[in-house]
């Protein structure tokens, strides 16, 4: 099992969380931070929404299948719905469980939301741009 990770932010619960030591589903990383991103894209994969369907906005899904070029994504709830896969983000991390943890941010430059990477949550500061205003 990876190196456990305690994340202090005093406006959330404090999650606990392994680094990702099973490699079965991705994490987002400096390249990758969305579905978009992914070569591999598994199904169960957990993503957080961010699409066009507002009451499921800001909800963590999974990755189900390709339907035409939608990715379906699946909700606890059973409801079932198809996004642009540069709208479902990647998480932060995925613990040993394999429960995902997601620390999304609103970039301070374009306001898209982003995902912080494991390694960024760690950081005594966090980034304020999201990655493509970082390589910008
Ligand atoms: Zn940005």
Do not use: W
Request: with cysteine.
């Amino acid at each position: 099992m990876g190196l456990i990770l305690v994340h202090m932010n005093a406006s959330m619960p404090t999650p606990i969380f392994g680094t990702s030591s099973n490699g079965q589903f991705s994490c987002a990383t400096d390249t990758q931070h969305a579905l978009r991103d992914l070569r591999t894209k598994r199904k169960g994969q957990p993503v957080f929404v961010l699409g066009h369907v507002l009451a499921r906005k800001g909800k963590e899904g999974t990755f189900e299948v390709f339907n035409d070029r939608l990715a379906i994504v699946k909700f606890s709830d059973g409801g079932v719905i198809g996004y642009d896969p540069q709208e479902l983000l990647l998480p932060t991390d995925i613990d040993d469980k394999g429960t995902a943890y997601f620390e999304i941010r609103p970039c301070r430059l374009c306001e898209q939301l982003f995902p912080l990477t494991a390694e960024e949550c760690e950081a005594a500061e966090e980034p304020s741009r999201c990655p493509e205003c970082r390589r910008a």
